[in-house]
T-cell receptor
Framework: DTAVSQTPKYLVTQMGNDKSIKCEQN?????MYWYKQDSKKFLKIMFS???????INETVPNRFSPKSPDKAHLNLHINSLELGDSAVYFC?????????????FGPGTRLTVT | AQSVTQPDIHITVSEGASLELRCNYS??????LFWYVQSPGQGLQLLLK??????LVQGIKGFEAEFKRSQSSFNLRKPSVHWSDAAEYFC????????????FGTGTRLQVFP
């Protein structure tokens, strides 16, 4: 069973479109994250949610809007896509509680904006 | 602010040779340190982590890392590299609460020659 899954794996779209990426974890974790990996492989946090509540919101354009319908899901919606949004987006999750610090990552969604 | 530096962008080793990947961090308090590996087209897999205690930590796939507070380093080592170890390796640091973001280094790409 996949622990953290993302759909779609690849997403090719045109500038100006709106798209969503879905993430689900079946680990029973309380916190979920979105990271962006640019063309130079640099990984940077975008958002995190804990039990459906937004707790981290880095400096990300407000065209990006995360939504957490329940603690097992964290979706990323992107409006008015731009060329610079092309990247690999990773979802991750982690468990609350002492000693539970590692984050488990999904396989990534490669977004290409043309 | 926290930061992570991986000085080596690209390392090439022969199969069977030993490996050391460097990681330096900047953080005022006790850091929580991680090494992740990303195989081509894949997500990130946790190799090992350090929170406290023994400064030499063992991970999966025969990897180990040593935390040296005096040098602000957390270098990853493997005594004998296998061709399947070719991948991108990321060092990351987290703060003292487990729902916090991870700060990643820029990664080291490992190439293994037969």
């Amino acid at each position: 069973d996949t622990a953290v899954s993302q759909t779609p794996k690849y997403l090719v779209t045109q500038m100006g479109n709106d798209k969503s990426i879905k993430c689900e974890q079946n680990l029973g974790h309380d916190t979920m994250y979105w990271y962006k990996q640019d063309s130079k492989k640099f990984l940077k946090i975008m958002f995190s949610y804990n039990n459906k509540e937004l707790i981290i919101n880095e400096t990300v354009p407000n065209r990006f809007s995360p939504k957490s319908p329940d603690k097992a899901h964290l979706n990323l919606h992107i409006n008015s896509l731009e060329l610079g949004d092309s990247a690999v987006y990773f979802c991750a999750s982690s468990q609350d509680g002492p000693g539970s610090y590692e984050q488990y990552f999904g396989p990534g969604t490669r977004l290409t904006v043309t | 602010a926290q930061s992570v530096t991986q000085p080596d962008i690209h390392i090439t080793v022969s199969e069977g040779a030993s490996l050391e990947l460097r990681c330096n961090y900047s953080y005022g308090a006790t850091p929580y340190l991680f090494w992740y590996v990303q195989s081509p087209g894949q997500g990130l897999q946790l190799l090992l982590k350090y929170f406290s205690g023994d400064t030499l930590v063992q991970g999966i796939k025969g990897f180990e890392a040593e935390f040296k507070r005096s040098q602000s380093s957390f270098n990853l080592r493997k005594p004998s590299v296998h061709w399947s170890d070719a991948a991108e390796y990321f060092c990351a640091v987290g703060r003292s609460y487990n729902t916090d973001k991870l700060i990643f280094g820029t990664g080291t790409r490992l190439q293994v020659f037969p």
